[in-house]
């Protein structure tokens, strides 16, 4: 049976766990990048993953998947692709460019989608002339760790798309879920993202210190990691884009992202990507 080919537009922190979980999925992985400075900062996060996960038994062979991702900075190949993922950042210009080349070089058959966490997929499958065809795979940092996979339904996204989105997300080991209306937000985020903004808020006000609120958390609500841990985790600056998209899409001040989360992402303090966030985090790359 022959492998499916996934190209991966954009390795940064969310391009590159979906990549190297196409490619313990057994797919064959390219991953498009600007340049090649930035192509090795992938090729080295994920090999540093995979190792990590081979070293706690819980990979067979780190080099076998290796050998599964391509890495380019042209569009070779893309014709040829069965799957591409969209996965550069939150922006909905840069991602309408995206897709404007991919409805240009991509074959009919081509699933087309966007791993935004927050922006319209509608307007996304806008800018081709196959809206048809795209579609939101929505995944959850760390990808190779995080369970979900969120597909989201574009107005004219087509079932069949969405029914195949799902069983690629399945194929790549995810519980499944389908936002079946594309607002803002979609499923998760929109309940999440107010929930940690008003953790930030909770902090800023002094109310609380990041420990007892992640704590509060765990203990009262049986969550396995606290809010501000969780924006850590994910990074400050895609949480603050994704809170950005919601209060625009809405136009409802409950949505207006908290100042100090803005204020820590201007001073550059985003979480484990950067080694500081709510927390410090010394040996950024460890176990």
Not at 128 to 150: A, D, I, Q, W, Y
Request: charged residues 25%.
């Amino acid at each position: 049976m022959r492998q499916v080919k996934c190209f991966v537009i954009g390795g940064g922190l969310m391009g590159s766990g979906i990549a190297q979980t196409a490619a313990q999925a057994e797919m064959e992985v390219t991953v498009i990048d600007v340049s090649e400075e930035a192509l090795a900062k992938t090729r080295e996060k994920i090999s540093d993953s995979l190792h990590r996960l081979e070293r706690r038994g819980k990979l067979g062979d780190a080099s076998a998947v290796k050998e599964r991702i391509g890495y380019q900075t042209d569009w070779a190949g893309i014709p040829e692709a069965d799957l591409i993922i969209e996965a550069v950042p939150e922006n909905l210009a840069l991602k309408q460019r995206v897709f404007q080349q991919l409805d240009e070089s991509a074959a009919a058959g081509a699933l087309l989608a966007s791993n935004t966490s927050c922006l319209s997929i509608t307007a996304i499958g806008a800018a081709t002339k196959r809206p048809e065809n795209v579609v939101g795979m929505h995944f959850f940092s760390p990808v190779p760790m995080m369970p979900l996979l969120e597909v989201v339904k574009g107005r004219k996204t087509a079932k069949a798309t969405v029914e195949r989105a799902a069983a690629i997300g399945e194929k790549l080991g995810k519980r499944v879920i389908i936002a079946q209306k594309d607002y803002p937000g979609f499923l998760m985020n929109r309940i999440w993202l107010p929930m940690v903004n008003e953790a930030c808020y909770a902090l800023m006000e002094g109310v609380g210190t990041p420990e007892d609120i992640d704590q509060g958390f765990i203990d009262g609500y049986g969550h396995k990691m606290g809010p501000l841990r969780t924006l850590d985790m994910a990074g400050l600056d895609v949480a603050l884009a994704a809170m950005e998209a919601l209060y625009e899409g809405f136009g409802d001040p409950k949505y207006r992202p908290c100042p100090l989360l803005r204020n820590m992402v201007e001073a550059g303090d985003l979480g484990v990507k950067t080694g500081k966030g709510f927390y410090s985090y010394a040996d950024v790359g460890g176990d």
